[in-house]
């Protein structure tokens, strides 16, 4: 118990860090265990760079480039930096490993506080086209009981995409943010929120034995997230048929912290993972009274 306590003690530390480091600018940078982590979010991209310390200088061993339709990721990293490079970790038989670190892409829904999944509160959500993707860095592991259950955490990113429809945009006015339709003469193509959270969960972690290993496993518990950014974006064509693609505003109000209620299944490197998130998408009184879910896979590292 001692020992879990410890955990838990070091994860709100960390969770404290990062929201004392992370910045309400358009470009954030946020520091954790002697490594660097670039956020930049522009018209038509974000990019996510990773530094690692060496010696006296930072070195680049990670970075990603999102857009609205393809992904770009490069490693310059080996294991001895301090976490794991995807398809390269050696596993011992008869040892607890985590399950936490990969990459992770899944489909995002609305819900109501009561957990009523699909209750979008009037928000016309493009359920076709809101997704999840998930980037998780760090992993550990405390076994609390004959190898079986464990306490797993770690770190990660956690990027959200709701995209509304019927040509409608979500618009803060008078410090409340609401769902409005588009200016007259403008056809949106593109209408879109993204939130980019740093998460840390705390799972506790069933590992049976099936002859000398454990790679089926299942895992439940919470997932804390701090809100490093949150972009409106647009696209559309103007009267005299220029492509407009901007990010329209920032902000718009969403909740600085959020807690989801995360469960997990799988067998060696995939697993199915449900989330409901019983905080709002955006602050009291501020936004519509709506909760995100998501159903997807994980390939872990």
């Known amino acids: 118990m001692k020992k879990v306590l410890i955990l838990t003690t070091a994860l709100i530390i960390s969770l404290i860090t990062f929201v004392s480091q992370a910045q309400e600018k358009k470009d954030t940078t946020v520091v954790f265990n002697e490594k660097k982590i670039f ?3 522009s018209i038509g991209q974000m990019k996510v760079q990773i530094m690692d310390k060496d010696s006296n200088e930072y070195k680049k061993v990670y970075e990603g480039i999102f857009t609205d339709d393809k992904t770009f990721e490069r490693f ?3 294991e001895e930096i301090g976490f794991n490079v995807p398809f390269l970790k050696k596993k011992k038989k008869g040892t607890m490993e985590p399950h936490w670190a990969g990459f992770g892409f899944g489909k995002l829904t609305l819900a109501d506080s009561k957990m009523n999944i699909g209750e979008t509160g009037g928000v016309p959500l493009d359920k076709g086209k809101s997704s999840e993707i998930m980037f998780n860095i760090m992993e550990g592991i405390l076994p609390v009981f004959n190898h079986t259950f464990g306490i797993t955490s770690g770190f990660g990113l956690d990027w959200r995409n709701f995209h509304l429809e019927n040509n409608s945009h979500f618009l803060e006015e008078d410090n409340v943010t609401g769902v409005y339709p588009a200016p007259a003469g403008v056809d949106y193509t593109y209408s879109r ?3 980019l959270h740093l998460t840390i969960p705390l799972l506790l972690e069933w590992q049976p034995m099936f002859g000398n290993n454990h790679k089926f496993y299942v895992s439940g518990g919470v997932v804390g997230g701090w809100n490093v ?5 647009i696209k559309y064509k103007s009267a005299e048929g220029d492509k407009i693609n901007k990010v329209e505003s920032h902000g718009l109000n969403t909740n600085p912290l959020t807690l989801d209620i995360m469960a997990q299944i799988g067998y060696s490197d995939i697993s199915v993972y449900a989330k409901y998130s019983p905080v709002g998408v955006f602050q009291k009184d501020k936004g519509p009274e709506i ?6 896979l994980i390939i872990h590292f």
């Open 193 to 195: 929120l993204r939130t």
């Open 291 to 296: 909760n995100a879910a998501s159903l997807g």
């Open 229 to 233: 950014k949150s972009t409106y974006r």
């Open 76 to 78: 310059n990293v080996i």
């Open 39 to 41: 956020i930049q979010d």
